[in-house]
């Protein structure tokens, strides 16, 4: 009796972690959706990006100190310094999806960075590159590397049919570019994940990793930000709409400092290939119910059947190529 109370309870808590890195995939959805709010109230996409890298560093800080890890600082002169460049990753992430949510919708701009993601984590492991061990090639993930381009192609092409009226138009070579960049910033997050992944192996606090690799993020886009200014290509952002915007426009800091933390602790308890997958769906299903129901302000976008097509063969192949 006493065993198959403790294997049901073992169950329930690896459920329960399941649900954890499901949840965690969500709020990156919610994270690059409550951003546009900072954004309009900022006025640019830059200073919105900096003041959100700031909230969340703000906060995994807090963490870190209450959690007694900031000890783990006294190791940096022992670590190589391109770990340190992890969190360069965040500023390209965050501010894409500043730009890209309103032009192309959450569905089509999360499946760009799925997309990303599905095939910058295939090229780490077939190569073996920046400490991820090296592995073959199955059918498996072949199958599911079409299934995500597929899926992503079927999303985009039926895009237009879902665009609500007055929405940003994007054409031509302006198109591509966008798609382009989705697709970029989906990528540099595996690698973000694997350079941070070495500096937890130097350091040996998960929570110092995560404040370091925020802190650069939010230096850079700081350094971004001024020089924009200071060429006037981007006006300088604005203090005083932040008084009027909704609450929940707050949230993208807490939601990026969740995914963060989130995924370093899953990862050595469920496996990462589990915690991506899983992080990937709810990544997925979120922004598509964003979409549909126009939440955080957006712009209405239906689930016609093609993008309902493309969204079901993205989900799996990003489960195919991560359980494979």
């Known amino acids: 009796m006493r065993l198959l109370i403790t294997r049901l309870r073992e169950i329930q808590m690896h459920t329960a972690l399941l649900a954890a ?26 200073g919105a990006s900096t003041l959100q890298l700031g909230v969340a560093t703000g906060l995994l800080l807090v963490l870190a100190v209450a959690a007694g890890a900031l000890g783990a600082l006294g190791k940096l002169p022992d670590v190589e310094p391109w770990q340190l460049l992890g969190g360069l990753a965040s500023p390209l992430y965050i501010t894409s999806g500043i730009l890209l949510f309103p032009r192309l919708g959450a569905l089509a701009a999360v499946g760009l960075f799925v997309t990303g993601q599905m095939f910058a984590s295939l090229a780490l492991d077939l190569f073996g590159l920046l400490g991820i061990d090296r592995k073959g090639l199955s059918v498996g993930i072949v199958l599911g590397a079409l299934a995500v381009l597929v899926g992503i192609v079927v999303i985009i092409k039926g895009q237009k049919a879902a665009a609500p009226a007055g929405a940003p138009k994007t054409s031509g070579a302006g198109r591509i570019g966008w798609l382009g960049l989705g697709i970029l910033a989906g990528g540099v997050l595996p690698v ?9 192996s130097g350091l040996k606090e998960p929570v110092t990793v995560a404040v370091i690799s925020f802190a650069v993020a939010t230096f850079a886009i700081a350094i971004v930000l ?26 993208g800091g807490a939601c990026a400092a969740a995914y963060v933390t989130g995924t370093f602790l899953l990862m050595p308890v469920i496996g990462a290939a589990v915690t991506i997958a899983l992080t990937v769906t709810g990544q997925q299903l979120t922004s598509a119910l964003i979409d549909h129901r126009g939440l955080f302000r957006l712009p209405r976008r239906a689930l016609t059947k093609p993008r309902v097509i493309g969204l079901a063969l993205l989900l799996a192949g990003s489960l195919t190529i991560q359980l494979a």
């Open 226 to 251: 001024l020089v924009l200014y200071l060429t006037r290509r981007t006006p300088a952002p604005k203090v005083a709409p932040l008084k009027k915007m909704p609450w929940w426009g707050w949230l």
């Open 192 to 200: 973000q994940g694997a350079v941070n992944a070495q500096l937890r």
């Open 21 to 46: 890195a499901l949840l965690v995939g969500c709020l990156l959805a919610v994270q690059a959706s409550v951003n546009l709010q900072l954004n309009s109230a900022v006025g640019t996409p830059y």
